[in-house]
């Protein structure tokens, strides 16, 4: 353009000349006219910007950055005018073709997420003030299977005078030293009863007709209290029931339950959608040109490990007016939507655009890592969105980087919880070579002398749903520079830690 913006300049014939260029690998084509003059001339008018195109076609990053530093300065003052990178950020109107999202750092784009969604400041607090309604146990209970009796009553021979299992009412009467029940783990001691002597330090002397107990010999010294789990010795009523601040589900949940109560949280309510005109139901039968949707399965099942629903599931194809309509109303039933597919730059991505039709702010439009650089977040009031790319593997690493801790953030977790724990590792791979993006590669870890070793789980394309398959954590890997080039076996590098049971071999 520029050969031929300026020969234009000179000779209106400029426009016959096939002034073409391009790039092919990492070779930089560029075609001359044909009249030496004119390949001086044209050659001229580009040679300053070679440099910058090498540096490009090279991923260079450091010294492309620097170039842009130097034409666009650093503060206010711009050149007069201003060099639009494409490969930075475009304007994205009908000349520019570029998207116009900034390419944020992972960090950025998550500080601005936590900082949008609202969360529930009050839950850990809740949970800190929450006073236990009941006792557990809430009557004394027996912690064998044995005979409860009065510890005045020595041992020796004791004549049966009931079962109690588990579940029965308390017994109140009052009943002889030489008397005694048969009584079941858990169950309710009788009140004028104070020690329970296990099965195992008996002997049966006599049976009924009917086949019960009837006579007993208790061969050891029955003492006060034995075996009894006291009222509230568990837990007392009033007493706090979460002596620090625990988020996990699982221990929330079932605290809440031991004490009769639900949960007193609000989840946020999710919404998982997936977009693409070419998505197939798992059912189905094959279809030319369709493929199985794989990330609708995956990214309910994400949430439900995390201890998160799926509220509702839609899979829609690549068209505008449906993914509109369906975004219209589906904020009447969600707090988030957690969408893939359609963010990129093609023709069919809708998304961006109808969350702008829609009044959403786009907040994240891109991000710089691999796979996942087409990230997208926005909100409108309390509704979130999250537009992960469609590439399974990038929909993935952008579910477990992003919309997790977006959901736990909203569900009042800590911060620093939010995310997931991450380790150092040792890489085993030989040679890994960078990427000019930060890369999330998926590993699966050795355990080794008390160390943890990472073994990259094969061709990390982000459509290569495979490279989930043995995935323990997500290596971080740096982004290339001119000096470090490659990461090798030995280097440590932080990771990203995927499952509660994230080590898949013991050496
Ligand atoms: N010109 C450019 N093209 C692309 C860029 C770019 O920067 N410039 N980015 C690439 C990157 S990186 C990614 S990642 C993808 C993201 O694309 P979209 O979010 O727009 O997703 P789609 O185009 O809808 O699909 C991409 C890919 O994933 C498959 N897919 C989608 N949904 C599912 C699903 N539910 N289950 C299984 N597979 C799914 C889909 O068939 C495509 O193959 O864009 C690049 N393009
Ligand atoms: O960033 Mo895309 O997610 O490389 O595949
Ligand atoms: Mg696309």
């Given at each position: 353009m520029a050969i031929g913006m300026h020969s234009l300049q000179k000779?209106?014939?400029?426009?016959?000349?096939?002034s073409v260029c391009g790039i092919a690998g990492k070779t930089l084509i560029i075609n001359f006219p044909g009249s030496e003059k004119a390949v001086v001339e044209c050659f001229y008018y580009i040679k300053d910007l070679l440099p910058h195109a090498l540096h490009l076609i090279n991923n260079d990053l450091a010294l492309v950055r620097k170039t842009h530093e130097k034409l666009q300065g650093s503060g206010v003052a711009q050149s007069p005018t201003p060099h639009v990178c494409p490969h930075k950020t475009g304007k994205g109107d009908g000349v520019d073709r570029n998207s116009p999202y900034p390419m944020l750092p992972v960090n950025e784009a998550l500080n601005l997420i936590l900082q949008t969604v609202k969360t529930q400041e009050t839950l850990p607090n809740l949970l800190k003030n929450f006073k236990s309604p009941v006792d557990i146990p809430p009557f004394r209970a027996s912690i064998k299977d044995g005979y409860a009796m009065k510890s005045s009553g020595f041992s020796g021979s004791k004549k049966v005078i009931g079962y109690i299992s588990a579940g029965d009412s308390i017994i109140s009467d009052d009943f002889e030293e030489d008397e005694c029940y048969k009584i079941n783990t858990g169950a309710p001691v009788p009140l004028k009863a104070d020690c329970v002597v296990q099965v195992e330090d008996t002997k049966l002397l006599k049976t009924k007709k009917n086949g019960q107990e009837d006579l007993v010999e208790i061969l050891v010294e029955p003492k006060k209290d034995l075996d009894i789990r006291p009222l509230g010795c568990d837990l007392s009523k009033n007493s706090p029931l979460f002596p620090s601040v625990d988020l996990s589900p699982v221990v929330v949940k079932s605290l809440m339950a031991s004490v009769g109560h639900a949960v007193p949280l609000h989840k946020p309510l999710v919404a998982v959608i997936s977009t693409g005109s070419e998505l197939l139901d798992p059912q189905d039968y094959p279809i030319e040109g369709k493929i199985y949707d794989s990330n609708t399965t995956m990214l309910r099942q994400l949430l439900q490990y995390f201890g998160f629903e799926c509220f509702v599931t839609k899979v829609l194809s690549d068209d505008f007016e449906e993914v509109f309509e369906t975004l219209s109303s589906i904020y009447d039933e969600v707090d988030f939507v957690i969408c893939s597919g359609g963010v990129s730059m093609g023709d069919k991505d809708f998304i961006k655009p109808v969350l702008q039709k829609l009044g959403f702010q786009l907040l994240v439009g891109r991000v710089n890592m691999k796979p996942g650089k087409p990230m997208t977040f926005a909100a409108k009031g309390d509704k979130y969105f999250f537009g992960l790319p469609g590439n399974p593997v990038s929909a993935f690493v952008c579910f477990h980087l992003f919309a997790l801790p977006a959901v736990r953030w909203c569900s009042g977790w800590t911060q620093e919880k939010c995310m997931l724990p991450v380790v150092q590792v040792i890489l085993e791979n030989q040679s890994v070579p960078l990427d000019p993006r930060p890369e999330y590669m998926r590993a699966t870890i050795t355990s080794r002398n008390g160390q943890l070793y990472a073994s990259i789980t094969g061709n990390q394309m982000s459509s290569r749903l495979q490279s989930i398959v043995g995935a323990d954590v997500l290596v971080h890997l740096p982004a290339r520079t001119e000096t470090k080039t490659e990461a090798k076996a030995g280097d440590i590098l932080p990771a990203s830690v995927l499952r509660y049971d994230f080590i898949t071999k013991y050496e």
């Amino acid at each position: 353009m520029a050969i031929g913006m300026h020969s234009l300049q000179k000779t209106k014939f400029a426009a016959l000349s096939r002034s073409v260029c391009g790039i092919a690998g990492k070779t930089l084509i560029i075609n001359f006219p044909g009249s030496e003059k004119a390949v001086v001339e044209c050659f001229y008018y580009i040679k300053d910007l070679l440099p910058h195109a090498l540096h490009l076609i090279n991923n260079d990053l450091a010294l492309v950055r620097k170039t842009h530093e130097k034409l666009q300065g650093s503060g206010v003052a711009q050149s007069p005018t201003p060099h639009v990178c494409p490969h930075k950020t475009g304007k994205g109107d009908g000349v520019d073709r570029n998207s116009p999202y900034p390419m944020l750092p992972v960090n950025e784009a998550l500080n601005l997420i936590l900082q949008t969604v609202k969360t529930q400041e009050t839950l850990p607090n809740l949970l800190k003030n929450f006073k236990s309604p009941v006792d557990i146990p809430p009557f004394r209970a027996s912690i064998k299977d044995g005979y409860a009796m009065k510890s005045s009553g020595f041992s020796g021979s004791k004549k049966v005078i009931g079962y109690i299992s588990a579940g029965d009412s308390i017994i109140s009467d009052d009943f002889e030293e030489d008397e005694c029940y048969k009584i079941n783990t858990g169950a309710p001691v009788p009140l004028k009863a104070d020690c329970v002597v296990q099965v195992e330090d008996t002997k049966l002397l006599k049976t009924k007709k009917n086949g019960q107990e009837d006579l007993v010999e208790i061969l050891v010294e029955p003492k006060k209290d034995l075996d009894i789990r006291p009222l509230g010795c568990d837990l007392s009523k009033n007493s706090p029931l979460f002596p620090s601040v625990d988020l996990s589900p699982v221990v929330v949940k079932s605290l809440m339950a031991s004490v009769g109560h639900a949960v007193p949280l609000h989840k946020p309510l999710v919404a998982v959608i997936s977009t693409g005109s070419e998505l197939l139901d798992p059912q189905d039968y094959p279809i030319e040109g369709k493929i199985y949707d794989s990330n609708t399965t995956m990214l309910r099942q994400l949430l439900q490990y995390f201890g998160f629903e799926c509220f509702v599931t839609k899979v829609l194809s690549d068209d505008f007016e449906e993914v509109f309509e369906t975004l219209s109303s589906i904020y009447d039933e969600v707090d988030f939507v957690i969408c893939s597919g359609g963010v990129s730059m093609g023709d069919k991505d809708f998304i961006k655009p109808v969350l702008q039709k829609l009044g959403f702010q786009l907040l994240v439009g891109r991000v710089n890592m691999k796979p996942g650089k087409p990230m997208t977040f926005a909100a409108k009031g309390d509704k979130y969105f999250f537009g992960l790319p469609g590439n399974p593997v990038s929909a993935f690493v952008c579910f477990h980087l992003f919309a997790l801790p977006a959901v736990r953030w909203c569900s009042g977790w800590t911060q620093e919880k939010c995310m997931l724990p991450v380790v150092q590792v040792i890489l085993e791979n030989q040679s890994v070579p960078l990427d000019p993006r930060p890369e999330y590669m998926r590993a699966t870890i050795t355990s080794r002398n008390g160390q943890l070793y990472a073994s990259i789980t094969g061709n990390q394309m982000s459509s290569r749903l495979q490279s989930i398959v043995g995935a323990d954590v997500l290596v971080h890997l740096p982004a290339r520079t001119e000096t470090k080039t490659e990461a090798k076996a030995g280097d440590i590098l932080p990771a990203s830690v995927l499952r509660y049971d994230f080590i898949t071999k013991y050496e």
